[in-house]
């Protein structure tokens, strides 16, 4: 088992990453009382032993993008009053990053604050989504529209509820593992070029993975909790092409997938901008082995993709803020005019 551990906003906060990881899990509830676990309904048959190991009462919930609403947000309140959970008890969740989003705001929010445990049993959850203290629901609409910054005191990353899923559920996680390889340690994107989607599907390969994006999120979340210094945005790596691809798609592009191919072209980008060597084809092939799908930009609109690109929030004075890759684990923030990226963008058109 590994334990990391850092202050972040004068918080402690720890992430354990191992298997079986209930007994740490229950001296986190011994030390409270009344303690609540919301669990992903998904979870209820296949992880039945895990979820009676934690000692805590349970909770039911269907998870998902839909599960971030107003109506989810309800149930749990009524839930933690009905139960009288208490100012000193613990809220927990087992399950993805959409049931992580909702119990981490609930728990920001509930009593002005109560302790917060997370059991992300998503890849996506345990390496970023769970790391960093943002949560939030989704409002008419808007995705992440209200939310809050709130670290958990710890969070339990079992590398089991990965293995008895099937590598399949890994992509999305794994599209995010290697954007913060890319943007801080070209070791790990190393490593993502060696291996594939089956050779990484073992404990001692997953728990390498987890620790290392972990500990990348940590560093660039430490120090800039709040979002406030532009230094958090280097995680945005991948995601100013990706979002666009999602909405351009109308979300039939999954998030990993946008971002994966977010990150090719981003790179090509970079590279005719100046900041970097051409890197966009080991990222492609690296992508390419962990199944996750490529896209053929010449079947993208560039004008229509740029059009969703300009209501992004990292536009300033008409120019966007993009994360430019400066090589393999090393990446910046630079501005670039929408003209300039439709040129490139059809650039790469021609060049595929
Ligand atoms: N707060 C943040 O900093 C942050 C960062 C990144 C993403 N997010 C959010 O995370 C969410 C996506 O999280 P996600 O990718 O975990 O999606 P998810 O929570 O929707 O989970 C994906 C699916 O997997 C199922 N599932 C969960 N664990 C499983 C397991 N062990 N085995 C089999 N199935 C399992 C779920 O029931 C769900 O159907 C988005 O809402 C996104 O906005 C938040």
Do not use: W
Not at 163 to 176: F, H, K
Request: glycine share 8%; with cysteine; net charge positive.
């Amino acid at each position: 088992m590994e334990v990391l551990e850092r202050t972040i906003n004068g918080s402690s906060t720890k992430i354990y990453i191992g298997s079986g990881l209930a007994g740490e899990i229950n001296k986190y509830m011994e030390k409270y009382g009344g303690n609540i676990t919301f669990v992903s309904s998904a979870l209820r048959k296949r992880y039945s032993t895990k979820i009676k190991a934690i000692s805590s009462t349970k909770s039911f919930m269907m998870d998902g993008e839909r599960a971030k609403s107003t109506a989810s947000l309800n149930t749990v309140f009524r839930k933690l009053i009905s139960r009288s959970v208490e100012r000193d008890s613990s809220i927990s969740y087992m399950g993805g990053g959409t049931l992580g989003d909702l119990i981490s705001y609930a728990a920001s929010v509930y009593k002005r604050g109560v302790n917060l445990l997370g059991i992300p049993t998503t890849l996506l959850a345990q390496i970023d989504s769970s790391i960093g203290g943002k949560n939030a629901i989704n409002f008419m609409n808007i995705k992440n529209a209200i939310g809050t910054f709130y670290n958990p005191e710890a969070t339990f990353n079992d590398t089991d509820f990965l293995l008895n899923s099937g590598p399949e559920m890994l992509r999305d996680g794994i599209a995010e593992a290697i954007k913060m390889a890319l943007i801080k340690d070209a070791h790990l994107f190393n490593y993502f070029k060696d291996n594939d989607l089956k050779s990484i599907y073992c404990a001692k390969s997953l728990e390498y993975v987890i620790k290392r994006s972990a500990e990348i999120k940590l560093d660039v979340v430490s120090e800039d909790f709040f979002d406030s210094k532009k230094i958090r945005y280097l995680l945005n790596f991948g995601h100013s092409i990706g979002h666009a691809l999602e909405s351009y798609s109308d979300n039939a592009i999954s998030h990993g997938t946008a971002v994966a191919n977010g990150m090719i072209l981003e790179s090509y980008i970079a590279y005719k901008a100046g900041y970097s060597a051409s890197l966009h084809e080991e990222i492609r092939d690296a992508i390419s082995r962990y199944n996750i799908p490529l896209i053929n930009f010449k079947d993208i609109k560039t004008d229509k993709l740029i059009g969703y690109m300009q209501n992004d929030k990292k536009v300033e004075h008409g120019k966007l803020n993009m994360v430019m890759l400066a090589g393999n684990g090393s990446a910046s923030i630079g501005e670039i005019e929408f003209q300039q990226l439709r040129r490139y963008i059809n650039l790469y058109r021609d060049h595929i």
